[in-house]
T-cell receptor, first 114, second 115 residues
Framework: DAGITQSPRHKVTETGTPVTLRCHQT?????MYWYRQDPGHGLRLIHY???????DKGEVSDGYSVSRSKTEDFLLTLESATSSQTSVYFC?????????????FGPGTRLTVL | AQSVSQHNHHVILSEAASLELGCNYS??????LFWYVQYPGQHLQLLLK??????LVKGIKGFEAEFIKSKFSFNLRKPSVQWSDTAEYFC?????????????FGKGTKLSVKP
């Protein structure tokens, strides 16, 4: 398994509160990704990073922001959580540019927004 | 826009039955193709991948997939399933010329294997 940890693993929060999810890798890979998984939708890319302080939006980025101040950490923030953001969030990493490499996934964070 | 279709939402098989899960993608250019498996309560694990070369790709746990470019397909197969193969299976495509890092997933096929 790739050296990826996510924290917290489970979180319940209330609408309107800020939430930050953390992805930590020990592989020193350049590329990191945040996905959300919802029934009937598969996985959808939220944001990704191609280096420290280098990030870009994915398919479903509205309501989310990210930061990467160190190679090993990629943070996903919900500034004001909504019930539509209840989901399972997966972090992934890849060593090289996304097209030419394989993404490996972390264990996931189950977020419930009441 | 690129898309990935997985034809079956839920497949139920008995142990020792053969498995074929369909995956089609919409993109006319060069693609990399993946199958991931997610066991209940766990994260996605890579089953196999196709980048180039032999279109018949062998993966872990006895799975294989065949890339048929003319049909835009990458179907997953296993000759004899086991109860432990119960999981959800995701096909994914990464296209040359697509957004960097953008791995497009199908909606998944849930496989239930009856002992």
């Amino acid at each position: 398994d790739a050296g990826i940890t996510q924290s917290p693993r489970h979180k319940v929060t209330e609408t309107g509160t800020p939430v930050t999810l953390r992805c930590h890798q020990t592989e020193n890979h350049r590329y990191m990704y945040w996905y959300r998984q919802d029934p009937g939708h598969g996985l959808r890319l939220i944001h990704y990073s191609y280096g420290v302080k280098d990030t870009d939006k994915g398919e479903v980025s509205d309501g989310y922001s990210v930061s990467r101040s160190k190679t090993e950490d990629f943070l996903l923030t919900l500034e004001s959580a909504t019930s539509s953001q209840t989901s399972v969030y997966f972090c992934a990493i890849s060593e090289n540019e996304g097209y030419t490499d394989t993404q490996y996934f972390g264990p996931g964070t189950r977020l419930t927004v009441l | 826009a690129q898309s990935v279709s997985q034809h079956n939402h839920h497949v139920i098989l008995s142990e020792a039955a053969s498995l074929e899960l369909g995956c089609n993608y919409s993109y006319g250019g060069t693609v990399n193709l993946f199958w991931y498996v997610q066991y209940p309560g766990q994260h996605l694990q890579l089953l196999l991948k196709y980048f180039s070369g032999d279109p018949l790709v062998k993966g872990i746990k006895g799975f294989e997939a065949e890339f048929i470019k003319s049909k835009f397909s990458f179907n997953l197969r296993k000759p004899s399933v086991q109860w432990s193969d119960t999981a959800e299976y995701f096909c994914a495509v990464n296209a040359l010329g697509g957004s960097q890092g953008n791995l497009i997933f199908g909606k998944g096929t849930k496989l239930s294997v009856k002992p």
